[in-house]
């Protein structure tokens, strides 16, 4: 089963623009993980929230986390053509003992060169 | 190499037939993960290892499936009697905990 669920599911923005994507989950959750993938390509790990953070930021990444509405959402600011890609929200379970992450179903992101 | 390894690329094989994966983790990861993905969807857990042992798998991974972790270093998943349903992207992870390290994946198809 799949604990995440991402919105919107397909998204297209102008190279430059801001991208907003969101997840939210049901259980609750020791951290919140998002995973950036390219078409037929692996996973590639953008950034971690723990349950105890509510916002973090990695470059062009910002990441929020509201554990009382179960939702995360990630900003990619000045968005540009390499962007293209998949996005996964993924979480970890409160105690879990082998950090094994959930996935959602991700949101395809497209940016317009 | 620092990345997580997984071998081969892609395999077509015909239903029926025994197939088997490689990964081969980031050294330092004593953690290892297998996922299984569908055109369209997110990764769905299949098995987890913590060094050699093998410590979760999930129902989705049938009686026709066995991974294994010689040593703790690296794994085999291997399908026996492949049916259609089996072709998909098989997804390794390595992780010391928090954020994974994926492969490229091993895309099956089951002809």
């Known amino acids: 089963s799949q604990q995440g669920e991402e919105d919107p599911q397909a998204l297209s923005i102008q190279e430059g623009e801001n991208a907003t994507m969101n997840c939210s989950y049901k259980?609750?959750?020791?951290?919140l993980q998002w995973y950036r993938q390219n078409s037929g390509r692996g996973l590639v790990h953008l950034i971690l929230?723990?349950?105890?953070?509510r916002e973090k930021h990695s470059g062009r990444l910002r990441v929020t986390l509201d554990t009382s509405k179960k939702s995360s959402s990630l900003l990619i600011t000045a968005s540009r053509a390499a962007d293209t890609a998949s996005y996964f929200c993924a979480t970890e379970p409160v105690g879990g003992a082998n950090s094994k992450l959930t996935f959602g179903k991700g949101i395809t992101l497209s940016v317009r060169p | 190499d620092t990345g997580v390894s997984q071998d081969p690329r892609h395999k077509i094989t015909k239903r029926g037939q025994n197939v088997t994966f490689r990964c081969d983790p980031i050294?330092?990861?004593?953690?290892l993960y297998w996922y299984r993905q569908t055109l369209g969807q997110g990764p769905e857990f299949l098995t987890y290892?913590?060094?050699?042992?093998?410590?979760?798998k999930s129902r989705l991974l049938s009686d026709r499936f066995s991974a294994e972790r010689p040593k703790g270093s690296f794994s085999t998943l291997e399908i026996q009697r492949t049916e259609q349903g089996d072709s998909a992207m098989y997804l390794c992870?390595?992780?010391?905990?928090?954020?994974?390290?994926f492969g490229s994946g091993t895309r099956l198809t089951v002809v």
């Open positions: 992870a390595s992780s010391p905990g928090g954020g994974y390290t």
């Open positions: 050294s330092e990861h004593n953690r």
């Open positions: 290892f913590q060094n050699e042992a093998q410590l979760e």
């Open positions: 259980t609750s959750i020791n951290n």
């Open positions: 929230i723990r349950s105890n953070e």
